[in-house]
């Protein structure tokens, strides 16, 4: 009797279904939506370099070697002696406050117009970002300066860092499938350039040579469960489900938090973080895809956060992808260097914009951050 009621249980996992077919919701969130923008201007990193006065060869080094071309950066402004100094942590708040309703005014009606909705439509926006601190919220403020609905819901994620992007997906695609047919998006609105110290240091170097300032939207709507391929207003792929890994031997390997000797705030990262990052990304994706009957090569489409050359690296070598498994992630490193929160979806975008996907493919989202975390989400179109 043991041993047949063992087997059974074999079977049942063997033959579980996949996410897909056996939903205990009518309802299932989808992604309907993606808007990007970036900051005013953009500088290549020979031109970031010169523009801050950087002459040490192993900081420059750092700059050259990032396999970054470009990032959008809002710079302090030169002083009388053209020399550009770091700003007071209060001038850096303004900033931040600036810059994040701009960029994220901006992604947020693209994201929409791509949806083929009014900024009238939306029922509840999530704002996310990590380089600054409001009170109000962030949300609060995009409401006002667009004129959005002040019966609109909202919810701000502060302080998670790069992979808090996932993290409100997921709780504003719990709150999408609670309310049918109401639209909801996540707004990622980093200002990197209000969190820069021009100091010299090599720890300064490795976080001013990565960073660019971005903002990225993204429009859930929850509708009945037509499978794959979708129908109407729901085009985009189903999210079906996260998972999470928090790395807690990492806890302070990435970290933004007050130096008490410039009076301000400042990040931290750790150099072994892109190997601490590869060694946990097994171990994150296998318990996303636990339960599903899928493997990692029934994945064909795979968004990772563009944490920085090393990172991306370690992730490949430990899933077993290859370059074109991550083009859009390295693409988006290139082109805008790490935007933080909103990463994985300036490469959903041009993921999208490629026209590449089918019904019926999956994709797995992918984001690390201070925790340290990994964040995974698995989708399917």
Same mark, same amino acid.
């Given at each position: 009797? @043991? ?6 249980? /074999? ?15 009518? &309802?299932?969130?989808?992604? #309907? ?14 031109? +970031? ?5 950087? *002459? ?6 750092? &700059? ?9 950066? @809002? ?5 009388? /002696? ?52 409001? *009170? ?34 997921? %709780?504003?695609?719990?709150?999408? @499938? ?6 909801? #998006?996540?707004?990622? *609105? ?15 170097? !490795? ?34 489900? =996260?998972?999470? @890994? ?18 301000? &705030?400042? &990040?931290? $990262? ?12 097994? %171990?994150? +994706?296998?318990? $996303? ?27 490949? %070598? ?10 859009? *992630? ?13 990463? =994985? ?32 989400? $698995? !989708?399917?179109?």
């Amino acid at each position: 009797m @043991t041993v047949d009621m063992e087997l059974s249980r /074999d079977e049942l996992r063997t033959e579980a279904p996949r996410p897909d077919v056996a939903a205990p919701n009518p &309802f299932v969130p989808r992604i #309907v939506g993606v808007g990007t923008a970036g900051g005013a201007t953009s500088y290549s990193q020979r031109e +970031v370099l010169a523009e801050i006065g950087v *002459t040490d060869p192993k900081v420059r080094s750092v &700059f050259l070697n990032s396999a970054i071309e470009s990032r959008y950066l @809002t710079l302090p402004p030169p002083g009388a /002696d053209g020399r550009r100094e770091s700003e007071p942590q209060g001038d850096l708040l303004d900033k931040h406050k600036r810059l994040a309703v701009e960029m994220g005014a901006r992604a947020l009606e693209s994201c929409l117009k791509r949806a083929d909705m009014q900024l009238s439509d939306l029922r509840h926006l999530c704002c996310v970002t990590s380089t600054g601190f409001l *009170t109000p919220g962030l949300s609060a403020l995009i409401i006002r300066a667009l004129g959005i609905d002040r019966h609109c819901s909202r919810s701000d994620i502060v302080g998670m860092g790069c992979n808090a992007g996932l993290n409100a997906l997921g %709780v504003v695609s719990g709150w999408a @499938t609670a309310h049918p047919g109401e639209p909801a #998006v996540v707004l990622c *609105t980093e200002a990197c350039s209000a969190a820069y110290a021009l100091d010299g240091t090599m720890r300064t170097a !490795v976080v001013n040579s990565l960073f660019g300032d971005g903002a990225a939207a993204v429009a859930l709507v929850a509708e009945p469960d037509t499978g794959p391929g979708g129908a109407g207003r729901a085009a985009g792929p189903r999210v079906l489900r =996260f998972a999470s @890994t928090l790395i807690p031997e990492a806890l302070d390997a990435m970290r933004y938090d007050w130096d008490r000797d410039q009076g301000r &705030f400042s &990040f931290f $990262l750790d150099p072994q973080i892109p190997y601490v990052v590869g060694a946990n990304a097994e %171990v994150a +994706v296998d318990r $996303l895809l636990d339960g599903t009957g899928l493997r990692r090569g029934d994945v064909r489409h795979w968004l990772v956060h563009s944490g920085g050359k090393k990172v991306i690296d370690a992730v490949v %070598v430990n899933l077993g992808l290859n370059r074109h498994d991550v083009r859009h *992630t390295t693409g988006v490193l290139r082109d805008y260097g790490n935007v933080s929160s909103g990463s =994985f979806l300036f490469s959903y975008e041009r993921l999208v914009e490629e026209n590449a996907v089918e019904p019926g493919d999956y994709g797995v989202l992918m984001t690390m951050g201070p925790g340290s975390t990994i964040e995974t989400a $698995l !989708v399917r179109w």
